[in-house]
């Protein structure tokens, strides 16, 4: 039940519970996957990519099941949160990697698909790398901080696909956001 003190996590269960019970396959990512994996961080919206062809009016019948209502712009609210949800246009990717497995994490009779920890960071430095957001820079790293056993190599390999395949990817930028990925490590 989403009521004024539910968290983005707890939309985002609800939400992709609904979805999963409509048969649609819906993966947390971008912004609201790190505010999963790191308390500290919080957005403001759902993003979620939808993993098959779905219609339109099977999410939205979905969605009205737990009050949320399709708005402008395709963003979807609720009277007594003020979290919305979004679903970025798919395939799920981080850059040029094609995100094929997630995590499926249950909650008593809920569940939630969402990113792995590693994309998580992939994708919030991928901000700051093409947009030089900063704060997404900062969370990458908050993320790989808290969450134990980050494959760091895993991290590593994406962002050297990366830079194979884009020139434009300042290597300067990546080498300084991995000395301080791996500080923690140490």
Known sequence: MIDAE???????????????????????????????????????DADFVLRLDTSERAVNAALVEIGYRRGVSNVYSHHASR????????????????????????????????ISAEDSVCDRFLHYWAWHDRSARAIALEVARVVPNLDAGAIAAWAAGEMAA???YDPAAWVAFEADLLEPMR
């Open 166 to 168: 884009d020139s434009s």
């Open 83 to 114: 979290f919305t949800i979004e679903f970025p246009a798919g395939p799920l990717a981080i850059g040029r990697k094609i995100v094929q497995t997630w995590l499926t994490v249950n909650r008593r009779e809920l569940l939630l698909h969402v």
């Open 6 to 44: 539910s968290s983005l996590i707890d939309v985002a269960f609800e939400a992709c519970s609904a979805l999963d019970r409509a048969g649609i396959v819906a993966v947390l990512c971008g912004g609201s996957a790190a505010s999963y994996y790191c308390a500290e961080y919080q957005s403001l």
